[in-house]
């Protein structure tokens, strides 16, 4: 299977523009691995969660090069850059939807995560964080990362901030949704403020009150969203060694 194993072509065509122009080898020495098989090696680590010093031969790319290209990309910025062309694109299709955008964070146990907090109340809680927003059908409009002590509520604003304006449509670029959709966590009235102040009409369950708000019916898609990049059981926490065999 891993001898097969290839990202699409219409995917690589999005990617390949973005990644960092390397001069080109001359004289004798090891040929560079292509950027494409070592992209096809980064993406099936991903989604197996195989250990990079176990990555099978047959994928051209030894787990170290995978490992090396996939930090010089997140250096270089690869990733946002995708994130971004891909919001694009989908913006320009409509598939966006920009009435509401819904905010939740995730626990992820990680042996090799963010250092826990220093107080004694968060001192246990190892492992990392995930923060995301999404539109109303699941899609990742904004996502940080956290150590597994952090209140979600400190990400609330990074988020809302960190959609930046996505372009696409004719006009001024859309770079926040109407209204934000959130679970007592987020219950801060200064939050509150903060996002009125930004255009963006606050729905957040207040604590202490009753079931029945509705919010669960409009707020299940991040949650969903979370189950599906968390189906990548190598989707990064840390910069984890590629000599290491944990899983993060």
Known sequence: MASVFEVRDEVWEVVEPLLPEVPEQVGPGRRR??????FNTIVFVLVTGIAWRHVPRELGCSGVTAWRR???????GVWERLHRTLLERLNAAGAIDWSAAVVDGSHIRALQGLKPGLRPLTRSRTGSKHHLLTDPSGIPLAATLTGGHRNDVTQLLPLVD??????????????????????RGYDHDKYRRELWRRGVKPTIARRQSGHGSGLGKRRW???RTFAWLHNFRRLPATNVSPRSTRRS
């Open 221 to 223: 898609v991040v949650e």
């Open 70 to 76: 996939l930090r010089d990309w997140q250096q270089a």
């Open 162 to 183: 960190g959609v930046g304006p996505v372009k696409g449509k004719a006009g001024r670029p859309r770079q926040r949704a109407d209204e934000l959709l959130a679970d």
């Open 33 to 38: 691995v292509p950027d494409r098989t070592a």
